[in-house]
């Protein structure tokens, strides 16, 4: 017996859909992992993405992470971005 295909409404969004994402570095410019809850994010659109950055950005200097650079798939949109301002 096997195991049903999980449904699309339960399936994560796959990077097509989701094409926005945030590199997190340090002060050298180093990808930081910043845990789980922040590493992997992605987003359906640009708004999105600077939202999230928005609303998390203490928390993520908090983790080490001194400033962002936003994607699109792999072309880099801008950054990086200082969180400490």
């Known amino acids: ?21 945030w590199k997190l570095v340090d002060g050298s410019g180093e990808e930081v992992s910043a845990g789980d809850e922040y590493a992997g994010q992605r987003f359906a659109n640009q708004g999105d993405a600077e939202s999230w950055v928005g609303e998390v950005w203490q928390e993520l200097l908090d983790a080490g992470v001194t400033a962002v650079i936003l994607f699109e798939h ?12």
């Open 1 to 21: 017996m096997s195991i049903p295909d999980v449904p699309s409404v339960f399936k994560q969004p796959s990077a097509a859909e989701r094409p926005w994402w």
């Open 74 to 85: 792999d072309r880099q949109v801008y950054g990086p971005m200082n969180l400490s301002a």
